[in-house]
């Protein structure tokens, strides 16, 4: 049986008062339950093949630490600790890298950016399921936001998570934060042309390519269960465009934007036909 594994995560806010080694108590406060949201849903879904926990105050296979702030700069250090049966599972010549690159990969596709897996495991998981950061990007949203709260008060200019003696693996800024900060989904439906790119037929999640953006956005499928129509109809956009007979629908959904009014992904309701 292998034994326990032990890493660092170091997230470091620099710029504005974060250089003098303070920060505002209330933002620093909701920027910690941030990370602590962020940290425990990815260390949960990385031990746990892919299973994405809402609500989660502590991850199964794992367990999560404050470590003491150093002086001289703001940072925060927290520890994960793998347990025995994780360790064994994912390898531990390898489980460092791997749950480095598994938190990359899933911050940068709630920020919305992209990123080449560095790993085998985390490559297997897009192969996979290629919708899988997608739904923990999701899930992700709102502790992102709340981490992001001394660059929104102007307490920091960005905030970076650090692999102790690698270096920056992601970091957020203005950018990132406007992304993160979604406006409530529209309740009036909207109407799009387009085709569905990438597409799980078990969890309802995917992107499509819409004419009037000029680009993908990540969707989901509204009360995936019983819309059997939009699930089908999403299916046969993807294949007709694997085909080269292009796939296009009429996309009726409703719209989720960010705080610029960006559209950031679409709740699709009906794929009809033209």
């Known amino acids: 049986m292998s034994e326990k594994k032990t890493l660092d995560v170091v ?12 920060l505002n108590l209330f933002q620093a406060a909701e920027s910690l339950d941030g990370i602590a949201r962020v940290i425990n849903v990815i260390a949960h879904a990385f031990s746990n093949d892919g299973e994405i926990r809402e609500r989660l ?36 010549s390898v489980i460092v890298g791997n749950f480095w690159d598994f938190l990359t990969a899933s911050i940068a596709a709630a920020i919305g950016r992209e990123h080449d897996p560095d790993t085998p495991m985390v490559r297997k998981i897009t192969e996979k399921n290629i919708t899988f950061f997608e739904e923990i990007a999701e899930e ?19 905030i970076t998570f650090y692999r102790p003696k ?36 078990l969890t309802g999640y995917g992107r499509i390519y819409l004419d009037e953006a000029g680009g993908t956005i990540p969707f989901k499928i509204e009360r995936f269960n019983e819309n059997i129509s939009a699930r089908r109809a999403a299916t046969a956009s993807m294949n007709e465009r694997e085909h080269e007979e292009g796939g296009k629908r009429r996309v009726g959904a409703f719209a ?8 950031k992904r679409l709740t699709i309701l009906e794929l009809l036909k033209l």
Do not use: M
């Open 57 to 92: 105050t502590a991850p199964e296979g794992a367990e999560t630490y404050l470590s003491a702030a150093k002086k001289g700069c703001f940072e925060e250090t927290v520890t994960v600790v793998f347990d025995s049966s994780t360790v064994e599972k994912i390898k531990p």
């Open 166 to 201: 690698v270096g920056d693996a992601i970091t957020l800024n203005k950018s990132s934060l406007i992304y993160v900060s979604v406006r409530d989904q529209e309740s009036e439906l909207s109407y799009w042309h387009g085709n569905v790119t990438k597409y799980n037929s």
């Open 256 to 263: 989720v934007r960010n705080a610029t009014g960006n559209l």
């Open 11 to 22: 997230i470091r806010y620099d710029g504005n008062t974060a250089d003098s080694g303070q």
């Open 140 to 158: 992700l949203e709102n502790a992102l936001l709340r981490l992001h709260r001394p660059i929104k008060s102007k307490g920091a200019d960005t």
